[in-house]
């Protein structure tokens, strides 16, 4: 199974840990920011939120497999270039040509698909609200409660790659959520918004 072999040296890839760690923190956020405003403007359907989120989301997914996939593209065709110029031979149909393509997908992937994963746990409640078994207002405050608690998990994650302290590194990221609410807030009291 090549597939598995793939899967296997993306998971060593660094390129690919930084791509997960930086689009799931910004679907995060972007939930968190949809769901705060949503709250604010005194929506009563979870549908709505749903929607906003879901869309958002999507945007994000394509936007980030379109984008690292053209961009890891181009960086590790470059690299084969120069390794075929040194050797003096096509490598495009050997297994190293195979290897650049299949990784820039798997890259590409991983880039786009975690915002868009991150962001359905997220609005969970909201579905489950939707189905009739959760009161709007706790689909609220429950999706919160994941954000900041998905937060506070990959700043454990950026911790063990970085071998730092997990819980200080985690209560860093649930930081940026807590510095997105209070922004947000700050500016529907100044009925910016």
């Not at 003096?88 to 890259?107: A, C, N, P, Y």
């Not at 970085?162 to 200080?168: A, P, T, Y």
Request: hydrophobic share 60%; glycine share 6%; with cysteine.
């Amino acid at each position: 199974m090549e597939i598995v072999k793939y899967l296997r040296i993306l998971k060593e890839e660094e390129i690919a840990r930084r791509y997960f760690v930086m689009n799931s923190f910004d679907g995060v956020l972007v939930v968190l920011g949809v769901v705060i405003a949503m709250y604010l403007a005194g929506i009563d359907e979870a549908r709505l939120v749903i929607v906003s989120c879901l869309g958002a989301a999507i945007a994000m997914a394509v936007s980030g497999v379109w984008s690292a996939y053209a961009a890891e593209r181009a960086e590790r065709t470059k690299a084969l270039r120069e390794l075929e110029r040194h050797m003096l031979k096509d490598l495009e149909e050997t297994r190293i040509g195979r290897k650049v393509q299949m990784m820039s997908f798997l890259i590409a992937l991983v880039n786009g698909l975690s915002p868009l994963f991150i962001s359905l746990v997220l609005i969970s409640p909201f579905v489950i609200s939707q189905l009739g078994f959760l009161q709007l207002e706790l689909a609220f405050y429950s999706s919160i409660t994941l954000v900041l608690a998905v937060l506070f998990l990959l700043g454990v994650f950026v911790g063990r790659v970085g071998k730092e302290n997990l819980v200080i590194s985690g209560v860093k990221m649930a930081l940026a959520g807590i510095v997105v609410s209070v922004i947000i807030f700050c500016l529907e009291c100044l009925k910016v918004i």
